[in-house]
């Protein structure tokens, strides 16, 4: 069994001699909710429509659950459930009629499966409804539905929260968490919103004209937020953190040893975990209260700037 579901090794894409795709790599493993972030124009759905057979690569390979689309290709697809751009439904039927017609185009798809995708979801109290009366959001989940029928490894959505309004957004986000996790599958999902990629995503893949300009960790799930102060649960590696404290000037006499850099909110310094405790018993025996401590972690947002310098932003 392959340990990622979806790989892309050195993959090149090349139009008319102009290369628009440039030898990207990266893996995601399963159960994982995987941001494909990116300015507009920035090579995402050229990326995605080949990832599903829909434009051919140039050079490189693409292997879902450790098949090659190249050579076989029906093998792998059936191992994925896509929206690449807009689901397309019947308008004139109901929700539940839509998914009866997709699920007839594979085998093994029970009416207890078209229930339970439409459970997962949210749509039980309008599936019976015709399409046409659904808002885009409804639209959004109900495509959702239709491509977790055969229990795909990898869920595939191309911008899935264009047009959608803040609440759209918001369920949106919930109930793809919840089925990566109830379902066990990979997703992957594009977009050029930075806010909503880092509440959705466990790690984002940033590119950048085609090619990839880095892969960034966005996972909170170290961190227990509480207020001011946060308690320190996990901790990956040396990093700065802010101690709030009121006298700035004593706290930096007393870290002598220490590169501290001063913040409105106290004192930051770059350390190690181990590090935080034996600070704070410094500062608290040499009379600096200390009012809360919590790492410095820069938003997606903070980083994809730094990362591109701020180019192609929209």
């Known amino acids: 069994m392959a340990n990622f579901v979806l ?23 399963k159960g ?23 434009m051919k690569f140039s050079t490189g390979q693409i292997l879902i659950d450790g098949i090659s689309i190249q050579s076989h290709f029906e093998e792998a697809m059936k191992k994925v459930g896509a929206i690449v751009e807009n689901p397309e439904m019947y308008k004139y039927l109901s929700g539940y009629k839509n998914l009866v017609h997709f699920a007839n185009m594979y085998k093994g798809v029970t009416k207890a499966r078209i229930d339970e995708v439409v459970k997962l979801v949210g749509l039980e109290q309008r599936i ?17 539905a239709q491509a977790l029928l055969h229990k795909p490894s990898l869920l595939i959505l191309d911008e899935p929260t264009n047009g959608l309004d803040p609440a759209g957004i918001s369920e949106l986000r919930d109930y793809l968490r919840t089925i990566a996790k109830t379902e066990d599958i990979s997703i992957l999902v594009s977009s050029h919103l930075l806010s909503e990629m880092e509440l959705m995503c466990d790690r984002v893949a940033i590119i950048q004209n085609g090619s990839l300009i880095s ?33 700035v000037s004593k706290a930096k006499k007393t870290l002598v ?37 919590r790492p410095v972690v820069k938003t997606l947002e903070e980083r994809f700037l730094e990362i591109t310098r701020g180019d192609g932003i929209v």
């Open 257 to 293: 040893d220490y590169e501290v850099v001063v913040q409105n909110e106290g004192i930051e310094i770059d350390v190690s975990y181990e590090e935080v405790a034996i600070i704070n018993r410094m500062l608290t025996l040499y009379d600096v209260p200390v009012y809360g401590i």
């Open 215 to 247: 892969i960034q960790d966005i996972s909170r799930e170290d961190l227990n937020l509480d207020g001011e102060g946060v308690e320190i649960r996990k901790f990956k590696k040396s990093q700065p953190y802010l101690f709030l404290v009121q006298d």
């Open 7 to 29: 790989q892309l090794k050195h993959v090149t894409k090349t139009i008319k001699g102009k290369t628009i795709i440039h030898d990207l790599s990266f893996e995601v493993p």
């Open 128 to 144: 019976h409804d015709k399409v046409k009366t659904y808002s885009l959001g409804m639209r959004q989940r109900l495509g959702v």
């Open 32 to 54: 994982e909710v995987f941001g494909f972030l990116g300015p507009n124009g920035a090579g995402k759905t050229t990326t995605i429509r080949m990832m599903v057979g829909l």
